[in-house]
């Protein structure tokens, strides 16, 4: 069985009047990151081209962990990177693409992978968008520097996924 949500007619012109005055536009959703992304590109919220890129907490080796058994022990995105911690930190990779990532304070991509770049290319490597889920927005607004905030919040076209 299949579901499918089509967008209203109005949707698309409303955000262009919207966007028209010069006001910014936001998606605030309980979608899956990909479906947010997929709407926001029919109704024109991003650019079909755009690039995306999504948070996640990275992954990490506990030495404390590791004297005490002394083992190795690869830890899982709950126990060493979650909303709950203060020291998690975020890897903001490209949707399309988990090697080309942002720069986790400046979030600005960071130059794509070789094989992204052509003599042709006519991609603007500056156009693109971050789709945030709840957690990480939670663990921004607590944690992450308030420069860092302050540029998601203010100068990238945002979908934020809540959960």
């Given at each position: 069985?299949?579901?499918?949500?089509?967008?209203?007619?109005?949707?698309?012109?409303?955000?262009?009047?919207?966007?028209?005055?010069?006001?910014?536009?936001?998606?605030?959703?309980?979608?899956?990151?990909?479906?947010?992304?997929?709407?926001?590109?029919?109704?024109?919220?991003?650019?079909?081209?755009?690039?995306?890129?999504?948070?996640?907490?990275?992954?990490?080796?506990?030495?404390?962990?590791?004297?005490?058994?002394?083992?190795?022990?690869?830890?899982?995105?709950?126990s060493?990177?979650?909303?709950?911690?203060?020291?998690?930190?975020?890897?903001?990779?490209s949707?399309?693409?988990?090697?080309?990532?942002?720069d986790?304070y400046?979030?600005?991509?960071?130059?794509?992978?070789?094989?992204?770049?052509?003599?042709?290319?006519?991609?603007?490597?500056?156009?693109?968008?971050?789709?945030?889920?709840?957690?990480?927005?939670?663990?921004?607004?607590?944690?992450?520097?308030?420069?860092?905030?302050?540029?998601?919040?203010?100068?990238?076209?945002?979908?934020?996924?809540?959960?």
């Open positions: 069985m299949i579901f499918e949500n089509k967008l209203k007619p109005g949707t698309t012109p409303a955000i262009q009047a919207l966007r028209s005055a010069h006001l910014a536009c936001r998606m605030i959703t309980g979608d899956n990151p990909l479906t947010a992304v997929s709407v926001a590109r029919e109704c024109s919220l991003i650019n079909q081209a755009a690039h995306v890129f999504a948070p996640t907490f990275a992954r990490g080796v506990c030495s404390q962990f590791r004297l005490r058994f002394k083992m190795s022990f690869l830890l899982t995105e709950s060493i990177g979650n909303a709950a911690i203060p020291t998690s930190k975020l890897v903001w990779s949707m399309d693409d988990p090697l080309w990532q942002l986790s400046s979030l600005k991509p960071t130059s794509p992978p070789p094989y992204h770049m052509t003599e042709s290319d006519e991609i603007n490597y500056q156009d693109y968008s971050l789709v945030i889920t709840g957690d990480v927005f939670r663990w921004m607004l607590k944690f992450a520097p308030l420069e860092t905030v302050q540029r998601v919040c203010t100068n990238c076209c945002l979908i934020f996924m809540v959960c």
